[in-house]
């Protein structure tokens, strides 16, 4: 990641210096087990918050990679999970001083397909958080990206999904949603 200092003229002609964030964009998986009962999460050391979090598997995409297919390698090399079953929900600006985006692949059916493959900087625990608690997980502010999880989730829920499988885990997203 790199930071610059641009100059800019703002649209009522006043000139500022902004930080801009570059890099690369990034794309994340929420996880849905068979039967939608738990979703895959990772837990790993954050050296912002300087403690631990339970997050979405998820990472930057490679050159020439497509947004889904990162989802899906950052799912399987993190936790191990991997699913066929697979709805991209779209993506969102990483930050107002940032051109990145990120991505967001919901999976249905999500299963232990291999065993992790860390890259050096990682370390952590796979969790599986029941789904009955994912909607309070996301709005308890311990998650980095709820906003993306949410914005995600309601997103899947005003689709047409391809197939059954999908159909299924929507209906259930939808329940999440409204429910008290």
């Known amino acids: 990641?790199?930071?610059?200092?641009?100059?800019?003229?703002?649209?009522?002609?006043?000139?500022?210096?902004?930080?801009?964030?570059?890099?690369?964009?990034?794309?994340?998986?929420?996880?849905?087990?068979?039967?939608?009962?738990?979703?895959?999460?990772?837990?790993?050391?954050?050296?912002?918050?300087?403690?631990?979090?339970?997050?979405?598997?998820?990472?930057?995409?490679?050159?020439?990679?497509k947004p889904a297919d990162t989802a899906l390698?950052?799912?399987?090399?993190?936790?191990g999970y991997h699913s066929e079953s697979a709805f991209y929900a779209g993506s969102e600006w990483w930050a107002a001083n940032s051109p990145r985006r990120k991505h967001l692949l919901i999976v249905a059916n999500a299963a232990e397909a291999s065993e992790t493959a860390w890259d050096d900087s990682e370390s952590g625990h796979v969790r599986l958080l029941p789904v009955a608690e994912l909607m309070d997980f996301l709005v308890s502010g311990e998650l980095t990206d709820a906003?993306?999880?949410?914005r995600g989730m309601a997103a899947f829920?005003?689709?047409?999904?391809?197939?059954?499988v999908l159909a299924d885990l929507r209906d259930c997203v939808r329940k999440l949603l409204i429910a008290p």
């Open 1 to 65: 990641m790199t930071i610059n200092r641009d100059t800019y003229e703002e649209p009522d002609g006043a000139v500022t210096d902004w930080d801009v964030i570059a890099g690369r964009d990034s794309a994340a998986t929420l996880a849905f087990t068979p039967a939608a009962s738990h979703v895959v999460l990772f837990e790993q050391f954050r050296v912002g918050p300087g403690k631990a979090l339970l997050e979405l598997p998820g990472g930057y995409l490679n050159s020439n990679e």
């Open 73 to 79: 390698r950052e799912l399987r090399e993190e936790t």
């Open 147 to 150: 906003g993306l999880a949410c």
């Open 157 to 164: 829920a005003r689709s047409t999904p391809e197939t059954q």
